[in-house]
């Protein structure tokens, strides 16, 4: 459940703002918890990596944590994004003995992500507007 007590489905989290989205991602070595700014407009995704770099103190305390920030990256098809993210390494969904730890690190990322997400979405969804 949410902080705001709704229920939510964490792999496909709905941010409610269009073109910011809290990504998921395991594979066989590494698990990846990301915000991704997919704006295709330059000055657009800027303009919203701005408002969380003004937020970023906030974040990092309801994480508990200081994550990557990455004004270019690409996702896997070439588009280019912003991230926010961190990575748990050495960890593989394919090995049963290492899904308690990726869970964990995803559900206590995502519950923070949540609580911050429902104290500051609306100035995103100002931005977007």
């Known amino acids: 459940r949410s902080v705001s007590n709704h229920k939510v489905k964490w792999v496909n989290?709905?941010?409610?703002v269009s073109h910011i989205y809290f990504r998921l991602y395991a594979d066989h070595s590494n698990a990846v918890i990301s915000i991704d700014i997919q704006h295709k407009d330059?000055?657009?995704r800027e303009l919203f990596l701005e408002q969380f770099i003004q937020l970023k103190g906030v974040l990092h305390g309801?994480?508990?944590?200081?994550?990557q920030?990455?004004?270019?990256?690409?996702?896997?098809?070439?588009?280019?994004i912003c991230r926010i993210c961190t990575t748990l390494s050495g960890k593989s969904v394919y090995k049963k003995s290492d899904w308690n730890d990726i869970f964990q690190f995803f559900e206590h990322r995502m519950v923070a992500l949540d609580s911050f997400w429902?104290?500051?979405?609306?100035?995103?969804?100002?931005?977007s507007k």
């Open 13 to 16: 989290y709905k941010t409610g």
């Open 42 to 44: 330059e000055g657009i």
């Open 62 to 67: 309801k994480l508990g944590e200081e994550w």
């Open 69 to 80: 920030w990455q004004k270019e990256a690409k996702t896997e098809s070439g588009q280019s």
């Open 118 to 127: 429902e104290e500051f979405k609306d100035i995103f969804v100002h931005l």
